[in-house]
């Protein structure tokens, strides 16, 4: 079951909204919870999970890329530009949490080594790579 890619990406999914909905609610809380931490662990392990899953079929299986990792950059972009402008027109005590910013980078990383892994399978002439079902 849970050597299954699909199986990673609900995983990852399901703790993306989790962690963005409470990095929002911690924000507008001013910061007072103590589990976000415990969360961007969480959240960390299972997307790193899925795109070594996702990796390791692009390399060793035939491949279909169907879910775009640009959309969770599009989407953590979103959440970043959004808490950043919050603080500045709310200012006070609202204040981007740190693990918002970590949790940005992680997944800034991950995308990046993604797409680097992609170009190099593509280099390497690999006949197993498909884009959205075209060899």
Known sequence: MFKSEKVWRLL?????VVLIAFLILDF?????????????????????LYVGTKEFERWCTVY?????GELFII????????????????GGKYAVSPEAVADYIIVLSLF?????SKRLCKKSGSTRFTTRGKK
Do not use: C
């Open 12 to 16: 990852a999914d399901f703790w993306t």
């Open 64 to 68: 279909e890329g169907r879910h775009p």
């Open 112 to 116: 990046a080594l993604t797409q680097r």
């Open 28 to 48: 507008f809380s001013f910061n007072s919870y103590d589990y976000p931490p415990v969360f961007s662990v969480i959240y960390v392990v299972v997307l790193s």
């Open 75 to 90: 989407v953590w972009t979103i959440l970043m530009l959004f808490l950043f402008s919050a603080k500045f027109v709310l």
